[in-house]
């Protein structure tokens, strides 16, 4: 059998060590802002919860050993002058750790154990393991010892306060090793004949399948597409709770979520190679859409939220994805795509125009995904330009489905409305100059120094060449070294560490460069994506970054960013290839 390559080496603190399909990772970070001294075992069941702490021991002093972490996607390892670590995924739910002159404690990450929270301990008479369950979760974990010597196991029944946990070391100066397993409430006792370099090994491979599909392209001009690939394998989670299909969380670090915008460039990104998957990424929110036809604003474990929505990009994503997808969809899925977007986009025809209003309205940042950007300074409630634009892209989507579906007058119908809006969006938002929001309810207009003004250049062809040259320009004061700038650099409310106030996001990137494309702006569009492949290359796939310095913020292992970066590096790839 031919060796399978480890594939990427990357920190853990920066990116969760995790693999495909599973809902929990191992990391020192434990919360927003919390990084441990120890790796834990972090679930996303009930949201994210640190479970157990992993701690490597000098056997003989039965103390903490001062050891390094190396992690590649088949393979974590813990190395000391003393010995060494190892821990892999034997399946979603089980890990395999196995060591050799350390030891390992593992123990409960909370002290504390009330009748609400907390996790409590006892040994298996049914089965000989070690289990832990945890309030926070409502999920159990069970350690089996494979070889090796127990320690303990201390607090073992305990109630209130107390160190709950056991210590596995080798017999002899041999290798000792022990299965953990992620259950709901029992299942037979843990048995595997697999050894753990085959346990490896099997990993490997199944992450160097997912990035020879979803990257073939990859190159050396295309150094971070291996990594990109990861941090979306490893984000991936099985159906489970309200998730109702496979799904890519944003991140298994606390940006645990699907959010209604988000998943778009997911399923983008995966299209090509993994089509199946592709699909349930586009379909996951539309899962939970409710009786007003609006997608939740986000799709976790155990919860939807409906307070707020998300942008209209779903007619543009679908136009995209349809396109790269390897077979082309059937009429039934077509039928099924276009009943759902009529519902999203009858949503903000009806509920989200005020009576006599041509143009839809936001109810806050957080409803264009852009929470706290400076377009939503004077008021919150607000006629935008964006949503305008997003809502035309999506209405020209459902004209071309009903003409597949053979609904001709539909299509015209759909046509129709798609045209209206933009003539009052161009009538009514458009100055001469750039484009304004305005108050829903006071009538105000204003403009600001926010890359949002911008977007309706997403419009591309559709955009009458004066304003999509005149949008170019402005967009091209947002460009720093490192990409786009979501708030002029120049502006007195621009923040470093802003949010949506001055970093650099991964979706605003693909979709300005995308509309810039076209609209005829290839140079630019050619730099945008330069600027943003180079960024990611040199500081990774952090939720955002300082548009003046390149640094990663937030949270520093995020799929939207990944998957953007994939996309952009496989369309430029596709370009040199072809001379597209």
């Known amino acids: 059998m031919t060796a399978v390559r480890p594939g990427p080496a990357f920190s853990v603190h920066d990116i969760p060590f995790s693999t495909h399909g599973a809902w929990f990772g191992i990391s020192p970070v434990v919360a927003e802002k919390t990084i441990t001294e120890d790796l834990h075992l972090v679930?996303?069941?009930?949201?994210?919860?640190?479970?157990?702490?992993?701690?490597?021991?000098?056997?003989?002093?039965?103390?903490?050993?001062?050891?390094?972490?190396?992690?590649?996607?088949?393979?974590?390892?813990?190395?000391?002058?003393?010995?060494?670590?190892?821990?892999?995924?034997?399946?979603?739910?089980?890990?395999?750790?196995?060591?050799?002159?350390?030891?390992?404690?593992?123990?409960?990450?909370?002290?504390?154990?009330?009748?609400?929270?907390?996790?409590?301990?006892?040994?298996?008479?049914?089965?000989?393991?070690?289990?832990?369950?945890?309030?926070?979760?409502?999920?159990?974990?069970?350690?089996?010892v494979l070889s090796g010597k127990v320690t303990g196991p201390d607090g073992a029944q305990a109630l209130g306060g107390a160190d709950r946990g056991l210590v596995v070391a080798a017999e002899n100066d041999g290798v000792w090793e022990l299965a953990i397993e992620e259950?709901?409430?029992?299942?037979?006792?843990?048995?595997?004949?697999?050894?753990?370099?085959?346990?490896?090994?099997?990993?490997?491979?199944?992450?160097?399948?997912?990035?020879?599909?979803?990257?073939?392209?990859?190159?050396?001009?295309?150094?971070?597409?291996?990594?990109?690939?990861?941090?979306?394998?490893?984000?991936?989670?099985?159906?489970?709770?309200?998730?109702?299909?496979?799904?890519?969380l944003m991140s298994k670090h606390w940006m645990d979520k699907v959010w209604s915008w988000d998943h778009c460039f997911n399923a983008l990104a995966l299209a090509p190679g993994c089509p199946e998957l592709a699909r349930d990424?586009?379909?996951?929110?539309?899962?939970?859409?409710?009786?007003?036809?609006?997608l939740p604003d986000s799709v976790t474990h155990s919860e939807v939220l409906h307070n707020f929505v998300k942008p209209p990009i779903h007619g543009w994503a679908f136009g995209h994805l349809r396109r790269l997808l390897p077979t082309p969809p059937s009429q039934a899925e077509l039928a099924e795509v276009y009943d759902r977007l009529e519902r999203?986009?009858?949503?903000?025809?009806?509920a989200r125009r005020a009576p006599g209003d041509e143009l839809p309205h936001y109810q806050h940042g957080n409803d264009s995904g852009w929470d706290n950007a400076t377009t939503f300074d004077p008021e919150r409630v607000i006629v935008s330009a964006d949503l305008s634009a997003f809502l035309v892209l999506q209405l020209h989507e459902l004209a071309y489905l009903a003409e597949e579906l053979g609904k001709k007058d539909e299509a015209a119908r759909w046509t129709g409305v798609a045209e209206e809006i933009q003539a009052a969006l161009l009538d009514q938002l458009w100055n001469?100059?750039?484009?304004?929001?305005?108050?829903?309810?006071?009538?105000?207009?204003?403009?600001?120094?926010?890359?949002?003004?911008?977007?309706?250049?997403?419009?591309?062809?559709?955009?009458?060449?004066?304003?999509?040259?005149?949008?170019?320009?402005?967009?091209?004061?947002?460009?720093?070294?490192?990409?786009?700038?979501?708030?002029l650099p120049t502006s007195p409310n621009y923040l470093a560490d802003g949010y949506w106030r001055g970093p650099i996001w991964a979706p605003a990137t693909v979709l300005v460069e995308d509309g810039l494309r076209r609209a005829g702006h290839q140079r630019l569009a050619d730099d945008i994506s330069a600027r943003f492949r180079a960024l990611c290359e040199t500081h990774g796939f952090a939720e955002n970054f300082d548009a003046l310095s390149g640094t990663g913020l937030r949270d520093r292992a995020y799929t939207w960013t990944a998957a953007g970066y994939l996309l952009l590096a496989r369309d430029h790839q596709h370009r040199t290839t072809t001379g597209a």
């Open 432 to 487: 001469g100059e750039r484009f304004v929001a305005r108050g829903a309810r006071t009538g105000d207009t204003w403009s600001s120094a926010s890359l949002l003004d911008l977007m309706p250049i997403t419009l591309g062809e559709h955009l009458p060449a004066a304003v999509g040259s005149a949008l170019a320009d402005h967009i091209k004061a947002h460009l720093t070294p490192y990409g786009l700038a979501t708030e």
């Open 43 to 144: 679930s996303h069941q009930n949201g994210m919860h640190a479970v157990l702490r992993l701690v490597p021991l000098d056997p003989a002093t039965g103390d903490r050993a001062e050891t390094r972490v190396e992690a590649t996607p088949g393979l974590l390892s813990w190395i000391g002058e003393g010995g060494w670590v190892n821990l892999a995924y034997g399946a979603p739910d089980t890990v395999r750790l196995r060591g050799s002159g350390l030891g390992i404690g593992v123990r409960a990450a909370a002290r504390v154990l009330t009748p609400f929270s907390g996790t409590y301990f006892f040994d298996d008479p049914a089965t000989g393991a070690h289990v832990f369950t945890s309030y926070e979760t409502g999920r159990r974990y069970r350690v089996t």
């Open 344 to 350: 999203w986009t009858d949503f903000w025809l009806t």
């Open 281 to 294: 990424q586009f379909h996951l929110p539309f899962d939970h859409q409710d009786e007003s036809g609006a």
């Open 183 to 248: 259950l709901d409430t029992a299942r037979p006792a843990y048995a595997s004949s697999t050894a753990f370099d085959e346990v490896v090994e099997t990993a490997q491979r199944s992450f160097a399948a997912f990035v020879d599909a979803v990257a073939p392209w990859r190159s050396d001009a295309t150094p971070a597409a291996e990594l990109a690939a990861y941090v979306v394998w490893s984000a991936t989670v099985g159906a489970k709770g309200l998730v109702t299909r496979p799904g890519v």
